[in-house]
């Protein structure tokens, strides 16, 4: 059974730092690796995704990376802004039609 | 961006009634969606993935007869909790994709309280 574990829980930063948040899975055996952001209240956004036969994908100021023979990946967020604030998942696809393993979840406040 | 919408957001009811929420793929056709679930301080949690035109798959541990899925059209899918009870107090969220290997998109969620 695929378990996915995020680390940190929750992270607190003043605007501007840059930023790692890390996400480990036992079974890499994967089909992709996705990251979510989630507002209260507003469900869940798709950040980025990452195939099996990809090793990163950036957009903007987010960079993933994904190391399947370590079971690890990394959300890398440059110059953190306060509306970067929001819980942050990675979740993994075993299949292309989407069936998805969330992790626990990184909690981010990025204070002005 | 393609767009998902889920309703009611939260919803609080006695215990014994039913429950159903919407999900909409407003611009976009999904054979395929997905329902989630997430306690409180908990990972979100697949409950169950619905195809159009045909009977739900429900992953191990949950009760098909009691959360009742139907995906009648290739943009609605709705999930009925039957016989709530407080410990089906939770929150609720579902997701579509545009086809395989395409990103997913998910609904703004629906927080159920059952007194």
């Known amino acids: 059974k695929q378990e996915v574990t995020q680390i940190p829980a929750a992270l607190s930063v003043p605007e501007g730092e840059n930023l790692v948040l890390n996400c480990s899975f036992t079974?890499?055996?994967?089909?992709?690796l996705q990251w979510f952001r989630q507002d209260p209240g507003k469900g869940l956004t798709s950040l980025l995704l990452?195939?099996?036969?990809?090793r990163e994908q950036t957009s903007g100021r987010l960079n993933a990376s994904l190391d399947k023979s370590s079971g690890r990946s990394t959300l890398y967020i440059a110059a953190s802004q306060p509306g970067d604030s929001a819980t942050y998942l990675c979740a993994l696809g075993d299949t292309g039609f989407q069936k998805l393993v969330f992790g626990t979840g990184t909690r981010l406040l990025v204070s002005p | 961006g393609a767009v998902v919408s889920q309703h009611p957001s939260w919803v609080i009811c006695k215990s014994g009634t039913s429950v159903k929420i919407e999900c909409r793929s407003l611009?976009?056709?999904?054979?395929?969606m997905f329902w989630y679930r997430q306690f409180p301080k908990q990972s979100l949690m697949l409950m169950a993935t619905?195809?159009?035109?045909?009977?739900?798959?429900?992953e191990q541990g949950v009760e098909k007869d009691k959360f009742l899925i139907n995906h009648a059209s290739l943009t609605l899918s709705t999930l009925t909790v039957t016989s709530a009870h407080p410990e089906d107090s939770s929150f609720y969220i579902c997701?579509?994709?545009?086809?395989?290997?395409?990103?997913?998109?998910f609904g703004s969620g629906t927080q159920l309280s059952v007194l």
């Open positions: 990452i195939q099996s036969s990809q």
């Open positions: 079974d890499s055996a994967i089909y992709n």
């Open positions: 611009d976009f056709q999904a054979t395929t």
């Open positions: 997701s579509a994709s545009k086809g395989f290997r395409e990103k997913l998109f």
């Open positions: 619905s195809n159009e035109g045909s009977k739900a798959t429900y």
